[in-house]
């Protein structure tokens, strides 16, 4: 799995740039599937108002992907978020799936509300308030 375009992993920070491989880090957040002996992917819950299945897949080191989780913070809207970079072999797969249906572009941060009905890529502060009626 990869970065979009527009990404690049670099001294710890995503920068613009060429395309890389997501980074293989087990992240504390997956839990072991007994049945099929995989690490399934576990979203991250925040609770607050409910507008809607919000959903954000973002990077742990993008710092427009760290705005977005603030901003819904700041907001109180319920949602849950996954940080890609912090999966590994199936979890990418499963989630490149996910993206490749999305936002073909895999653009980050990426924001799902109701299961894709709308879905905004990149922080767009504007049109987050607006979709989230904030």
């Known amino acids: 799995m990869q970065f ?18 997501l980074a293989r880090v087990r992240g504390p957040d997956l839990k072991y599937d007994q049945h099929g002996g995989n690490h399934a992917m576990k979203f991250i819950a925040r609770e607050g108002r409910d507008r809607g299945d919000v959903k954000l897949y973002a990077l742990s080191t993008c710092v427009w992907c760290g705005k977005v989780k603030k901003l819904l913070a700041d907001l109180g809207v319920k949602h849950e978020f996954i940080d890609v970079d ?26 799902v509300i109701d299961g894709g009905r709308l879905c905004i890529c990149g922080y767009k502060e504007k049109d987050i308030r607006e979709a989230l009626g904030s």
């Not at 527009?6 to 740039?17: P, S």
């Not at 912090?86 to 990426?110: N, S, V």
């Open 86 to 111: 912090e999966l590994t072999g199936k979890q990418q797969a499963m989630i490149r799936e996910q993206l490749d249906t999305l936002d073909p572009d895999w653009r980050f941060p990426c924001l």
């Open 4 to 21: 979009p375009d527009n990404c690049r992993r670099g001294r710890g920070k995503i920068q613009t740039g060429a395309r890389v491989a």
